[in-house]
């Protein structure tokens, strides 16, 4: 089979705990991901809340140094997306949380230069670019700025984590298609869910700008006391297919960076996903949209 992640944190939990990204004790490693047969990984380099100027952008720049260097000893496994190598694993570059580019517009420069081609404006916090998920705020002069470079570079922008406000600026200054990685619509009972799963009219508006968005894991984000597991998945593909959003909907798992239910905690139960969806009646034309083709087709049109 095929699949395309939108969203991972798995290259910084490997620099953190000096593991390496071909074999771990993680919710993914190359070993298991090339079980799937073909599988694109979108690697999001975290930048915690309390980084920023300086700081922030030599964090980002040492884990990206750890990436490339994971991506050259493994190259029977794994390369970058463009390049025409032949492997399981194809690999891009993301930024979660724009303070990584040290709060300048040569430091986003930079970061493509290293080969970032998504950026996650916020995390949970305020930042340079605006608000974050469990943050008030709207984007700022310099967010405004930072969006419309990002967009003339090239660069994918990602809402995930934006809080509302911040949100409905970004669609007044941004021009381009962008994605939501990792969120959910906002049906799940949980306090979390609000702060981090996407209202139908922000669904409407990505999709109204050809976006994506990449269903995510965390528990918090998809569970409750009525869906758990698979079950929760489906829950959320019926919410979305009610929004005719068949060309929308896409992986954004969010692997090594949150609590995940068993049934889904490691990347070769992407195929057991699969499998149970086709069992639950959901055609194979549907499923290969959302668990690669929508993502592949966006990526090859924006970032060809």
């Known amino acids: 089979m095929k699949s395309f992640d939108l969203h991972c944190d798995t290259i910084g939990e490997c620099y953190k705990k ?5 074999k771990n004790e993680l919710h993914l490693d ?4 090339k079980s799937i047969g073909e599988h694109t990984q979108v690697f999001a380099i975290w930048i915690p809340d309390e980084l ?8 980002f720049n040492n884990v990206a140094d750890f990436y490339h260097s994971q991506i050259k000893e493994n190259d029977d496994l794994i390369s970058y997306y463009n390049s025409e190598k032949k492997t399981p694993i194809k690999a891009i570059l993301a930024m979660e949380g724009a303070s990584g580019c040290g709060g300048s517009i040569k430091g986003l420069h930079s970061a493509y230069e290293n080969g970032v081609r998504l950026i996650t404006l916020t995390w949970n916090a305020n930042n340079e670019i605006g608000g974050g998920a469990f943050a008030e705020g709207g984007i700022t002069p310099y967010g405004k700025e930072f969006i419309k470079e990002a967009e003339n570079l090239g660069v994918i922008l990602d809402v995930s984590h934006l809080n509302r406000e911040s949100f409905f600026d970004f669609i007044e200054v941004s021009s381009k298609p962008f994605v939501a990685s990792h969120s959910n619509i906002d049906i799940v009972n949980t306090y979390k869910s609000p702060k981090r799963n996407l209202t139908k009219e922000q669904v409407r508006l990505i999709k109204e700008r050809n976006g994506i968005i990449g269903i995510n894991f965390y528990v918090d984000f998809i569970e409750d006391e009525n869906a758990v597991g698979f079950d929760a998945i489906d829950r959320q593909l019926n919410a979305f297919l009610e929004m005719d959003c ?11 960076g949150c609590r995940i239910n068993p049934l889904l905690s490691s990347v070769e139960k992407l195929a057991d996903l699969y499998n ?4 639950k009646g959901y055609n194979e034309s549907l499923l290969n949209k959302f668990f690669y083709q929508n993502a592949e087709s966006f990526f090859k049109k924006i970032n060809p």
């Open 246 to 256: 068949e060309d929308v909907i896409s992986l954004g798992s969010d692997y090594d």
């Open 52 to 59: 920023r100027g300086d700081t922030a952008f030599s964090y």
């Open 30 to 33: 190359l070993e298991r991901g």
């Open 18 to 22: 000096s593991f390496s990204l071909r």
């Open 276 to 279: 149970w969806l086709n069992n």
